[in-house]
């Protein structure tokens, strides 16, 4: 350390200035953040969408759609069908798909898919999707598009498709006789929502169940029979994986087509729908290109079919520019909440991660259950034949493509259907909030007393000198020789020490001193080992989810109480036994140093955490930024022996500490959600509900973490968890202060 | 060679004895256009489904040169992407210049030269340079000489001083005029007629340095050249302003017609293009209001009828060489393989 600084670190100006104005500095970059963030909303600081590919001529060609009749005889025939035969079932009527496909003249296939449910009592579900190919008649089959709808059940709670299906086989019979498809288009029907949807591409995309989950799979190169370190064989009967691996098996398909360009899915449940909202959030908060978005967004506007995204309206369009902000604010900030779980908002979201371009059309009513729109009561209602002009216009727009989708943003905000803000708008409202940490973390470096440093070295420079001085008159050696470094000195007087006596008190106590000085001195290795010791704690929370649930269910407990209560039990066991843990690993106490300097580290992980996770999902490294910046700015070392105020100032911080621990934040903010949701219950209910709601979380957290490969759990608990247990070591222990020595 | 050579020396002094009887205004003789032939080099530098109105301007521009008198085997016909085939076509095996839909340009008989990815810079400067290979086909060499006209005519995607080509490489303005110098220095052309239809399409033409060459371009350096109309039954546009209009002009031009090049020039005023023509004739010795259209769009041939005797001069019978009536047949070997000769010499 004391090599790479300059010697003269101390007094430089900027030093002395940055140890003064680091605190409010830290809270004017806090606060431009925020208000950077809500500025975006204003029509000045983000910008108008526009057309990046050439390619996509958007709406260029007239419709020719002519199947309104069609639809409708296909929407009564499958309800008719459902009614008939499915009401008490959940299953899908495969049969009539597969017959009505046929009729239709596409190579029709069927795709099973089994689902080992990972936790409790590993039940298992399977499932069936029906896909119909439709050749594209003039070319070879390089490349796809592929429209699909979820099938929904009558006894479903959600919406039904069946306009959805209707309208997409309509669509298929009125698009098998034309010749200018230059892609295939694969029509699918999938089951189970999006877990049908996982599997069918998983099994398109050859990702056997051999083959692990997918981010170990494709996010790696690792292939099977790949060495690898396993646990379970050096402890047999111990897994910590648990069978997970294999939960989803996607089986394999009969027919494929080429490379998919891009997928829409349709969620209609009838066709008199009001406006049509286009969904786009995917998995882990991806987004589908910029320039999708904005042609569907455009084509509705043409095929006069009305739509939204979030709380923009196409049909409202404010002349206030107040009104226009706040509309363009609650629009961005309602995308941002709904991407921080990073969980699809429809089964385009899955499509995201294998490199297509997915968005979902989903008709809504004037009073929807997602939500009343203004004025949508005034609209007229859409048909078959708008929704059906509306998708051939895309997709024959989407028929143009030459290339994926490449040419636009994939890294956006929406502040309303038609205005966007860049990853390069974004992001400094993040990186403010990184740098407030990082200016802590440089504030902390500087002023770390450096090794061997000044303070404590003056002192037994000073004791030095005066033993010298008092020697001087028995021996002549002694003195000359006082700017050497201490093993000298020490050697120095271990030689006077024979013939000096009256020198024999300071001595000693010189020597305790040097050995104190010693010890203190920072052991890195010390600090790596705690620090390596509470990742590998967050890697076992991690993991733990498995084996929770397997205890649970010996007990009969459902395995959403058993992981949430273990969970709670792990978290409570962590917050006891985490401050002690450095003195495990170590001899002798903790220094201020040390101690500062675990701090510094922290503060630089956490905002390269947060800038990682920020640059793939801004949403989420936001919030977490946002949550644990003000955490990092009031951490700091605790020394012994303060003011009351001071104590009562530590008691408050371990508080907010507590309050941002993982599992706290998202228990909160369950119960002020369901708070907001229903204002009127009383308070222990709420807390019940808002307990439930964080139960039902967590376990769709750790499933989607298993099934489709959502980070946020695995987030949580190995990166954001070890970060927590350090501030909240940072702020129990308390150290001798530097002075002190 | 010679005979016409003659002939037409005895035509110019007969001519210019006229005319020094009018004063100092450059003979009219000297006016008209001495060249013998006719050569069409037209190039789609352009690709893919969305540049469809590229290839219908290059092919409309083919079919006027064509119905006005240049053959198959004049025009180089250089076409980067085959729309006609494209399977997003919906109407197959044709190409439209019009959303009347009523001339297929892509019709009977189009002989395209250079097609898909021949269509490169490389090709295209060996092309006018006549650097071929050896064994490229008549049909893909430009067979010029100093008597030839030459319509050059490109249309695809630029920019200030280069041409894009597929989409891969782009051809300079520099490396443009440096070819067309080559092609003057070595006798390939009387006159050039240079039309390019891109976005600032001007700036191609301006680093030329070589004479006898007349440049116009559909847009200024800084000028967008925009497509003239959509054709929704296809989805496309269909093709660009400046060749929709200059087609509008050539259909009422016949090979006897008497439209200039000056006409030619104002074809597109700014209101129907949106661009600003540009024009380039300081290289140019004629006046391009005195110049015919049809010397670089037709193949019309001066013919001069003469009632006059024309006296020939006897031309020298060709004394016969004494030849060698016994032949020693030469005796042939082969070469030894390595060359020894050179060892031997240094030891």
Known sequence: MGLLSDPEYGSVKWVIVLKKVHKPLSLLLYIGALVWFIMLGNKEFNNETYFSENALLPG????????????????????????????????????????????????????????????????????????????????????????????????????GTAAGIALMLAFAKFARPQKYWAKDIIFLITEHEQLGMQAWLEAYHGLHSDAETFHTSLGTFWTPGTPVFDLGKLMPGFSLNGDHKKCLNPGKLKGRSGSIQAAINLEFHTPKIKYIEVKIEGLNGQLPNLDLVNLVHKLCVKSGVHHSFRNSYSWIRSRNKMDDWMNGFWTMFDMVIAQIDGVPDGNHGLFHRFGIEAVTLEGREATDPAGKAPR????????????????????????????????????????????????????????????????????????IPQEGDDDSDKKTKEKTKKLAKEKHSDSESAGEEKSEDTPLRLRKIKNNSDDVVPGEKEKTELKRKVKLTDESSMSVVNIGANYLLVHLIGYAVMNSPVILSHIGAKYNLPSEVSVFYGLIAISVFLIFITPVVPRLVRTARITHEELSLVNILLLIELSTVC??????????????????????????????????????????????????????????????????????????????????????????????????????????????????????????????????? | ??????????????????????????????????????????????????????????????????????????????????????????????????????????????????????????????????????????????????GSNILIYLTGHGGDGFLKFQDSEEITSQELADALEQMWQKRRYNEIFFLIDTCQASSMYEKFYSPNILATASSLVGEDSLSHHVDSAIGVYIIDRYTYYVLEFLENVHPNSKRTMSEFF??????????????????????????????????????????????????????????????????????????????????
């Open chain 1, 60 to 159: 260029l060609v007239t419709n020719d759609f002519n199947g309104e009749h069609s639809a409708k005889q296909f929407f009564n025939e499958f309800l008719q069908e459902l009614e008939d035969k499915y009401e008490f079932s959940d299953a899908m009527p495969v049969p009539w798909l597969v017959a009505k496909m046929s009729q239709l003249h596409l190579e029709v296939y069927t795709h099973n898919f089994t689902l080992n449910y990972p936790l409790g009592n590993e039940q298992v579900y399977t499932g069936t999707n029906v896909y119909g190919i439709l050749r594209a008649p003039r070319t070879s089959s390089l490349e796809a598009l592929v429209v699909t709808a979820p099938y929904r059940s009558l006894s479903s709670h959600q919406k």
């Open chain 2, 266 to 347: 104002a074809v597109c005023p700014k209101s129907a293009c949106i661009s600003t023509v540009g024009v380039r004739r300081d290289l140019f010795k004629r006046d391009p209001s005195k110049v015919p259209i049809t010397d670089f769009f037709g193949s019309v041939r001066k013919v001069i009828i003469t009632t006059d005797p024309i006296d020939i001069l006897e031309i020298p019978k060709r004394k016969r060489k004494a030849e060698n009536k016994t032949k020693v047949i030469e005796k042939r070997e082969y070469l030894p393989q390595f060359p020894m000769h050179l060892v031997q010499s240094t030891v």
């Open chain 1, 611 to 741: 800038l990682a996770v920020g640059m793939q999902n801004f949403p989420l490294g936001f919030v977490i930024a946002m949550l644990y910046t003000p955490l990092a700015l009031i951490t700091s070392v605790v020394v012994k022996g303060q003011s009351r105020l001071s104590s009562v100032l530590l008691v408050l911080k371990r508080v907010i500490c507590l309050l941002v621990h993982p599992l706290v934040a998202v228990t909160l903010s369950m119960i002020v959600f369901s708070n907001i949701l229903f204002p009127e219950e009383p308070f222990f209910d709420m807390m019940a509900r808002g307990r439930d709601a964080a139960m039902q979380a967590i376990m769709f957290s750790i499933v989607d973490s298993m099934i489709y490969g959502n980070w946020l759990f695995n987030l949580a608990t190995a990166v954001l968890l070890p970060i927590w247990i350090i501030f909240w070591q940072i702020s129990c222990i308390k150290v001798d202060s530097p002075a002190l020595k």
């Open chain 1, 376 to 447: 949508a009561q005034a609209l007229s209602t859409a048909t078959f034949y708008r929704l059906g002009i509306a998708l051939e216009s895309i997709l024959r727009s989407l028929n143009n493509l030459l290339e994926r989708f490449h040419q636009s943003y994939f890294f956006y905000l929406l502040a309303a259907t038609n205005r966007f803000i860049s990853i390069g708008q974004y992001m400094p409202s993040l990186c403010l909030l990184c740098v407030a940490m990082l200016v802590k973390a440089l504030s902390l470096w500087v002023s």
């Open chain 2, 1 to 146: 060679m010679y005979f016409s050579c003659k002939l037409y020396h005895v035509l110019l002094t007969v001519a210019g004895s006229f005319s020094l009887s009018y004063g100092l205004e450059i003979p009219k003789e000297f006016q008209n256009s001495n060249h013998s032939n006719n050569w069409a080099v037209l190039v789609d530098t352009s690709r893919f489904w969305f540049n469809y109105r590229h290839v219908a301007n290059v092919l409309s521009i083919y079919r006027s040169v064509k119905r006005l008198g240049i053959p198959d085997s004049q025009i180089i016909l250089m076409i980067s992407d085959d729309m006609a085939c494209n399977p997003r076509n919906p109407r197959p095996a044709t190409i439209f210049n019009n959303a009347h839909e009523q001339i297929n340009v892509y019709g009977d008989d189009v002989e395209v030269d250079y097609r898909g990815y021949e269509v490169s810079v490389e090709n295209f400067v060996r092309l006018l340079t006549g650097r071929v290979p050896p064994d490229t086909p008549r049909s893909k060499r430009l067979l010029t000489d100093e």
